[in-house]
């Protein structure tokens, strides 16, 4: 997944609002948001080539989202997948805290990444990127993209203010929310200079919404959690012309305890 926009305790009825745009290769097998056989209160995608996810929420409220950190000085193939980070977190009953103390002792085994974990009260946030320790991430709304929390790449500022404005009208659906990342608009030129960057691709990967033919936006997903304990998750399929493939939306009340 390469992109998110998220509100973390800025709305009194919606404690938690996820728009999040999963890029990957065309080629990569993948099967959509569903509840798994092996764990019966996990919602989310699954890698089908190494069997993790990108983004998932359980039915006690448990969620976790990872993007990859570009390193381009981090090549070489990581001992272990990425995509097993969100899974553990979502399959297991570890605080926040304590799963990313735990996983910081081991997180150079992985490729560069970016998690999320937590639920609609409490939300962390970590990077094998840098020394930095688990953050716990007070209020606010935030973009994470594949570099640190917030950085100020146009696609993240982009879905940043486009989510302030769904919630200072109100406007919450599924529909709305996706319009936060839906942009297919590149950076320009200047924007992406001011950024360093100069690559043959990087025009493309600019947009929130990315289309070309081997790489691109496979799939869009919202999610809200609100104060009542409702979790709505709505996930839309793409292809390699960018074009819409299915839709899948789950609605379910959190489970305590």
């Known amino acids: 997944m390469c992109l998110l926009v998220f509100a973390h305790q800025a709305n009194a009825r919606h404690p938690l609002l996820v728009a999040a745009n999963r890029d990957e290769f065309h080629a990569r097998p993948t099967a959509a948001s569903q509840f798994w056989d092996e764990h019966p209160g996990l919602l989310a995608g699954r890698d089908l080539e190494q069997g993790g996810t990108w983004m998932g929420v359980t039915r006690s409220g448990r969620f976790a989202a990872i993007t990859n950190y570009r390193d381009p000085s981090r090549t070489a193939p990581a001992p272990r997948s990425r995509g097993e980070i969100p899974l553990h977190y979502l399959a297991g009953s570890m605080t926040p805290a304590s799963y990313l103390q735990q996983l910081a002792q081991h997180a150079q085994a992985y490729a560069g990444f970016n998690v999320l974990v937590g639920d609609a009260d409490s939300l962390w946030y970590f990077t094998n990127s840098d020394t930095q320790q688990p ?104 292809d390699r012309l960018g074009m819409a493939q299915g839709e899948r939306e789950f609605v379910f009340q959190r489970q305590i305890g």
């Open 135 to 238: 953050l716990c991430l007070p209020p606010g709304i935030y973009g994470l993209s594949n570099a640190r929390l917030d950085t100020p790449w146009p696609k993240v500022t982009q879905g940043k203010a486009r989510l302030q404005a769904l919630l200072d009208s109100d406007t919450l659906s599924h529909g709305a929310l996706s319009t936060a990342v839906d942009s297919r608009q590149q950076a320009s030129p200047q924007q992406l200079g001011a950024l360093g960057h100069s690559a043959s691709m990087e025009p493309v990967l600019s947009a929130q919404f990315i289309v070309t033919p081997a790489y691109g936006t496979r799939s869009s997903t919202t999610l809200k959690i609100d104060a009542d304990g409702e979790i709505a998750w709505r996930e839309q399929s793409f």
